[in-house]
């Protein structure tokens, strides 16, 4: 079913705002919400409302706070997330090291006890568009299989970089898994089979039953290379953190327990560069002006696909699972 914007930021409000979230917070975590669904990302999108909720109502989110700050050095902030919504409080922490690091050239913000992200992609957008360079790491549940293994081990454990350019930032947003997790849900509530190559069930073996793979294990994307990346990330980010590792890690995807994964943003002021936000960009039209493949139609660059879904669903409503719709309708109260 397709869905205008307008009606579904006022549907993810009142469920918000019947489970308690004060007016700004609930924003925010729209803002990312809705921007995941205009973008084609519904792994990302309103299909996490509910859990956000059953998290608030089983108190393991608390809908108010916004961290806490301890800046261990002049340039390295350290966040308990106190249990948080995700972006609130990351949103937060980025405001602190983004004004720090006009002072100090780089600043980061090592954050523990915080909940789900979300897409990364937006914040990369929202502090490139400040003049700043963003790298973004985030762990998560032991969601993928080590390559040549059969059981999850290792997180998603996604990185996130914007850079500004000219007219709009780069920003590149990806997994280390071959999906997400969250497209495997996706496919599951829309009863749609996945790729051969994508997961494997819980027995460990290959499967192309969406339902199967939620309770198997993604494939590492680029193979061995992909998983050896996964893992640098994973112990990265848990040694800047001290969050918890691989098959310990709790809170991403269940509404019950106390979300234990890490996330690490770095903040470069990139100001002193002068005119390189323009010759960044001439270089991106440059690689889009090149000579295609046989059997593309062009050459474009990351983030060039999902920018074109959003301003065409911006125009024409996004399509949003029938499930998914009823389930926020009656969390919003309505009857239809």
């Given amino acids: 079913m397709t869905i205008a914007i307008s009606r579904a930021r006022k549907v993810a409000k009142q469920v918000l705002h019947r ?6 917070h609930a ?26 909720v059953e998290r608030i109502h089983n108190d393991v989110t608390d809908p108010h706070t916004i961290g806490e700050h301890s800046w261990r050095s002049q340039a390295y902030l350290d966040v308990d997330g106190k249990m948080g919504l995700g972006p609130v409080v990351a949103c937060v922490a980025l405001d602190a090291i ?9 600043a980061i913000a090592a954050i523990h006890n915080n909940n789900h ?14 003049g700043l360079t963003l790298i973004a790491l985030s762990t998560s549940e032991a969601l993928v299989h080590p390559w040549g293994g059969r059981r999850a081990m290792l997180g998603t454990n996604p990185i996130a970089i914007g850079v500004p350019a000219s007219p709009r930032p780069f920003v590149v947003d990806m997994a280390t898994s071959l999906v997400s997790m969250g497209q495997i849900h996706d496919h599951a509530h829309r009863k749609v089979r996945i790729p051969p ?7 460990g ?9 939620r309770d198997g294990a993604v494939a590492p994307f680029g193979e061995a290379k992909g998983y050896a990346l996964g893992l640098a990330f994973e112990v990265l980010v848990a040694s800047l953190t001290a969050s918890a590792l691989g098959r310990n890690v709790r809170g991403t995807l ?3 327990h106390p979300c234990n994964k890490g996330d690490v943003f770095i903040v470069i002021d990139t100001s002193t560069s002068g005119t390189m936000a323009d010759a960044i960009g001439a270089y991106l039209d440059e690689i889009r ?33 029938e499930e998914v719709w009823t389930r926020l309708l009656h969390l919003a109260g309505e009857t239809n």
């Fill in 19 to 24: 489970a308690g979230v004060p007016d700004a």
């Fill in 289 to 321: 002006n090149g000579s295609p493949a046989r059997g593309f139609n062009n050459v474009a660059i990351p983030g060039d696909r999902s920018l074109a879904v959003r301003e065409q669903r911006l125009k024409e409503g996004m399509p949003v699972a």
């Fill in 98 to 106: 983004c004004e720090r690091a006009r002072e100090t050239g780089v």
């Fill in 197 to 203: 190559n994508w997961a494997l069930d819980a027995n």
């Fill in 27 to 52: 924003t925010l975590q729209i803002d990312l919400l809705l921007e995941a669904e205009l973008r084609g990302r519904p792994s990302h999108g309103l299909l996490r409302l509910p859990r956000i």
């Fill in 117 to 130: 992200l979300g897409m990364m992609a937006w914040y990369a957008e929202r502090i490139a568009t400040r």
């Fill in 254 to 256: 269940d509404s019950t």
């Fill in 205 to 213: 073996e290959a499967t192309t039953d969406a339902a199967a793979a």
